[in-house]
């Protein structure tokens, strides 16, 4: 099951600063990455996961793409 960072954060009842603060960034970079204007750094996934004591797996998005070759 994949879950947001927004949806962990609001289900733990916390505001956007003190997540923000957590992780060292400003209010401002923390919300570009929650409404998905910049990409989440590896490293802060990880403190997300350890913040909400969750799997870090839980953010991320399990897609296997196939090559398909052509015979003809």
Excluded at 8 to 23: C, F, K, P
Excluded at 30 to 39: D, P
């Amino acid at each position: 099951m994949k879950m947001s960072p927004k949806t962990l954060r609001v289900h733990n009842g916390l505001n956007q600063l003190s997540v923000a603060e957590y992780l060292n960034l400003s209010l401002s970079a923390y919300q570009r990455r929650e409404n998905g204007i910049v990409k989440w750094y590896a490293d802060e996934l990880y403190l997300l996961s350890k913040l909400y004591r969750v799997n870090m797996d839980i953010f991320l998005i399990k897609k296997c793409h196939f090559k398909t070759h052509d015979s003809g």
